[in-house]
């Protein structure tokens, strides 16, 4: 019930294109969802983060769609560049738990 | 660049060393975090500091040791290390200490440890 399920494992989009990468929880008591972007040789940092009660945020080219019913979140890429290739994680925290729930990663290519 | 800061980069120690990972934040945070990240695989928390106070130890072994002095460091202290062990090791802090108030887990760039 603590897992979240994050798919695809890989995506090659070209660039311009939207990437969509989709992630899935069992446990209602996640109130928080990250997503975070990770290049090689460096840290997870925070992309766009968005709570249960909103159905979507959208930071420049990054949108999170949110379906609360379904237990489903989602992360969009606008006129993807490929500047943006790299391994996106969801998540998902509860603050009583102190935890982050990680999905497994999305490795994402945008080719030129 | 990160606001929460790692040192060192790059860790290569045998099986039979003791040496220390260093971790600081300067952003007012009072949870602080130990992760290790194995290759294309996600982080999995090892640690959780809330308030200078050990609050999660996800069962980790005894040779890593972690220890934060103040609300600004957090170290971690490794000996007898196995291979399996090699990893990148993440700290990451945030504001989270109990509130309903979720804020961000943001991440230094981590210590890639290599134990020989």
């Known amino acids: 019930q603590q897992q979240v399920k994050q798919s695809p494992q890989s995506l090659i989009v070209q660039k311009g294109g939207i990437s969509i990468i989709n992630c899935a929880y069992e446990?209602?008591?996640?109130?928080?969802f990250p997503w975070y972007q990770q290049f090689p040789g460096k840290g997870p940092a925070l992309l766009i983060a968005i709570r249960p009660d909103v159905s979507e945020k959208k930071e420049g080219r990054f949108t999170i769609s949110f379906n609360k019913s379904a237990k489903q979140f989602s992360l969009h890429i606008m006129d993807s560049q490929p500047g943006d290739s790299a391994t996106y994680f969801c998540?998902?925290?509860?603050?009583?738990?102190?935890?982050?729930?990680f999905g497994q990663g999305t490795r994402l290519t945008i080719n030129p | 660049d990160t606001e929460v800061t790692q040192t060192p980069k790059h860790l290569v120690m045998g099986m039979t060393n003791k040496k220390s990972l260093k971790c600081e934040q300067h952003m007012g945070h009072r949870a602080m975090y130990w992760y290790k990240q194995k290759a294309k695989k996600p982080p999995e928390l090892m640690f959780v500091y809330s308030y200078e106070k050990l609050s999660i130890n996800e069962s980790v072994p005894s040779r890593f040791s972690p220890e934060c002095p103040n609300s600004s460091l957090l170290n971690l202290h490794l000996h007898a290390l196995q291979p399996e062990d090699s990893a990148l090791y993440l700290c990451a802090s945030s504001t989270t200490g109990g509130s309903r108030d979720n804020q961000p887990q943001h991440f230094g760039d981590g210590t890639r440890l290599s134990i020989l």
């Open positions: 998540a998902a925290h509860t603050v009583r738990a102190q935890k982050l729930v």
């Open positions: 446990n209602t008591a996640f109130d928080y």
